[in-house]
């Protein structure tokens, strides 16, 4: 079905506000959905399915925020649904924290990755233990959606992949999508979720597209998604170094190297049996994320790699990530980002040993 | 009366342009002999009732024998630590007291005796300070908050509960008790911001019980009273003598009033000491004169109000004895209850973590618990 059509047949379906009776189209019409529409309709959706889910976050009101995430859901649910705070992140997560204890399900926006810190104490310290502190009588059904990551030209903290420091707290779910399908349906799982989840947004894909219909239903979380079947090596990356690692693993493919792709999805819960099966199917590994290396998230897959694939692995586990300073100036950031060639040299490392 | 309609105490009287920071300018019902003060509060006569006062003179005391028994068990190594609220039991009481059962007490780690007049278990209030949980009473049920730890981090979540209870239509208030020293941090400032943004019904009290640890509060900030504070929050803010528990209670009463009838919240300085050191792990001689802890024993909350209630007829040496042995029943259970070794599971340390465990969870649990199963074999 061309694109043309299905705009045509849902035309007619909803001619003059009336839904023509008869029975419902074989095939759901497909549209051209960004990734920021994805994440937008998964917002609008949670808050019509449960009237305890309040969005709240510095612009996110009237704005729709920054990335014009949350376009329109104040005008549509009302301020008392969708509404800006005050510019205090600790106040915005500590306020989510109480909501959630009097019943609410609160999502709250962190407007960039590097502004999130002030809210760190009450992640670390309440978000992630208050369940576990209280013997389950206070769960913590609240979402952290934080655009992260670079690759958009931002200047100084606005390009910070935080990941690693919450996915090393216990008590929090760590969530970051790379595509469009899944923008959606992992933030309505998250929001879905009883424990807290840090929704990392990757911002250099925002404006990434795919024609579909929604909602659509991926996964869950805790389960990583294999997004190119290959025999060689396994590239395993998250968010936007997902599409790099497909890139890369085409140009392989050039060469003769038929590599497979592995989106992990969810940080936490971690799938150590995906991992582990494409791993003991390739015999290679190679993690790419755009943190800096150093006791990264890369590390911790590395290691897990090899204490269960060691006598499977063909080559050492390598890591292809940022470099290990301080996020650069837009002038100086493509030296930093984990480069489609890095990957490519990476990849030629590992198929030599 | 509202509390703007109360004698300022923060206004032109506040010695503003002097370095002194007494204690003669917070508002007053009695003096330290326990006399009406001229020209100080002027309390309802609901508040000032027998029965009333008597309800408040039993908290009290049930604040400082649970405080006595808890410094005995510490001592005695029955407990991990525990920081004492001697001759802070007016603000123990008066916020206990303060509150109804559909609103929410949000405590610090000094605040044990204010779970104990709430009327929560004193082995299930004491656990974190005995160390077999975190939280030893289910939060929901007393309409209670974890005890905080980390300075100031429980005020955001009570203006979130609070924020939520207005959202709801519910008439229920936030107490967030706090200490002079969580006013330096940042979430008190976040806090209080955006509950007066939002205007949530939230009380902030502070117990400026002159130390954080050591450190005075001259150190702690440079502002001539905590109450000030408010002023900057566009909420009042109202500096009370904290060992005067009618004063006290007629502040807190009208701040929680205020809070429920949608007028935003407030926040109170109680004006007290802290007359044992930090915790049962400090040592107070390293930084303060035993002069002036003498003088705040002078002025302990506890007698004030006896000295009152004796002076107008209300309570003689047999209602005072009796009262005592209520206590003694008291603590004796609560000996009872706190003496022995605690029975810990250290499966539960994985049980809470997560609604579903992680896989990683589970086989963590799974060879801890054949850890104990070898351990229990004597291997």
């Known amino acids: 079905m061309t694109p043309t059509a299905t705009a045509t047949a849902a035309d007619k379906e909803t001619a003059g506000g009336v839904r023509t009776a008869g029975p419902a189209p074989a095939a759901a019409p ?12 998964a917002l609008r959706d949670a808050l019509a399915a449960d009237d305890r889910v309040v969005v709240f976050g510095e612009d ?77 009588a206070l769960p913590m059904p609240v979402v952290i959606r934080i655009p992260y990551g670079g690759g958009i030209g931002g200047v100084e903290h606005h390009s910070d992949s935080s990941e690693a ?67 060689d090596a396994t590239l395993i990356a998250y968010g936007q170094s997902v599409p790099v690692a497909l890139e890369a693993a085409e140009h392989a493919s050039e060469y003769g190297y038929d590599l497979e792709v592995l989106d992990l999805r969810s940080l936490v819960p971690f799938d150590d049996a995906a991992v582990t099966a494409s791993v003991e199917r390739t015999g290679r590994a190679i ?17 897990r790699v090899s204490e269960r694939c060691f006598y499977r692995l063909e080559a050492p586990v390598l890591r292809v990530t940022g470099l290990d300073i301080p996020y650069p100036p837009p002038k100086l950031e493509h030296w930093y980002l984990p480069s489609v060639d890095r990957v490519l040299d990476a990849v030629e490392r590992a198929m030599a040993a | ?83 004492s609220s001697r001759g802070q039991e007016a603000c123990q009481a008066a ?45 929901k049920r007393w309409r ?20 939520a209870a207005k959202l709801a239509g519910d008439p229920v208030v936030a107490l967030c008790l706090l200490g002079d020293g969580a006013t330096s941090e940042g979430d008190f400032h976040e806090a209080c911001n955006s509950a007066a943004v939002y205007q949530a019904p939230v ?66 300085e109680a004006v007290t000491y802290r007359i044992q050191p930090h915790t049962n792990a400090d040592d107070a001689t390293r930084y303060r004169d035993r002069h002036e802890v003498d003088i705040w024993l002078a002025r302990d909350p506890v007698d004030r109000l006896a000295k009152y209630l004796t002076a107008t007829g209300n309570l003689d040496d047999t209602l005072d004895a009796a009262i005592g042995e209520e206590n003694t029943r008291y603590t004796t259970r609560m000996r009872a209850e706190l003496t022995g070794e605690p029975e810990v599971d250290p499966a539960e340390m994985f049980e809470y973590v997560y609604a579903a465990p992680t896989p990683q969870l589970r086989a963590q649990r799974q060879m801890v618990e054949q850890g104990m199963t070898a351990d229990e074999a004597g291997e």
């Open chain 1, 165 to 231: 420091y919450v996915a090393h707290t216990p008590g929090i779910h760590v969530v970051t999508p790379a595509t469009v399908e899944d923008a959606y349906w992992l933030l309505r799982a998250a929001i879905a979720s009883p424990d807290p989840v840090v929704f990392f947004e990757p911002k250099r894909l925002y404006w990434s597209k795919a024609a579909l219909q929604l909602p659509v239903t991926t996964g869950p979380i805790g389960t990583a998604a294999v997004r190119r079947q290959g025999r």
């Open chain 1, 30 to 41: 497909r549209t051209t959905v960004t990734f920021a529409k994805a994440l937008n309709t």
């Open chain 2, 1 to 83: 009366m509202t509390l703007l309609d109360l004698p300022s105490a923060t206004g032109p009287h506040h010695p503003a342009a002097t370095p002194f920071r007494g204690d003669t300018d917070p508002l007053r019902y009695l003096d330290e002999h326990g006399a009406p003060v001229e020209g100080g509060l002027r309390p309802s006569e609901e508040e000032l009732a027998p029965e009333r006062l008597m309800e408040v003179y039993r908290a009290l005391r049930l604040a400082r024998a649970f405080d006595t028994e808890a410094t005995a068990l510490v001592m005695q190594g029955h407990l991990a630590v525990y920081p």
């Open chain 2, 144 to 163: 209670t908050a974890p005890q905080c730890t980390p300075l100031a981090t429980q005020a955001p979540h009570a203006v979130g509960l609070a924020l």
């Open chain 2, 203 to 268: 009380v902030f009290f502070v117990q400026n019980n002159q130390y954080a640890i050591s450190v005075p509060l001259r150190k702690q900030t440079h502002a001539l009273s905590l109450a000030d504070k408010a002023v900057g929050y566009g909420m009042p803010g109202v500096r009370v003598d904290g060992n005067d528990v009618i004063a006290l209670s007629h502040v807190l009463g009208e701040a929680v009033r205020r809070a429920r009838e949608g007028e935003g919240p407030t926040l109170v």
């Open chain 1, 287 to 303: 993690v790419v994320h755009e943190a800096a290396g150093f006791a990264g998230f890369g590390a911790e897959i590395a290691a």
């Open chain 1, 60 to 136: 996110v009101g009237e704005l729709g925020g920054v990335f014009r995430i949350t376009d329109g859901l104040a005008a549509e649910f009302g301020e008392r649904r969708c509404f800006d705070t005050p510019l205090a992140e600790a106040s915005i997560l500590g306020t989510a924290i109480g909501m959630a204890m009097y019943g609410y399900r609160p999502v709250v926006e962190m407007q960039f990755d590097a502004f999130a810190y002030p809210a760190f104490e009450q992640l670390v310290s309440h978000l992630a233990k208050m369940r576990n502190r209280t013997r389950g």
């Open chain 2, 95 to 139: 916020a206990a007291l303060a509150i109804e059962p559909q609103d929410w007490l949000f405590p610090t780690y000094r605040d044990t005796a204010a779970l104990a007049v709430r009327g929560i278990d004193p082995a299930e209030a004491l656990t974190l300070l005995r160390g077999s949980w975190h939280c030893g009473y289910d939060p």
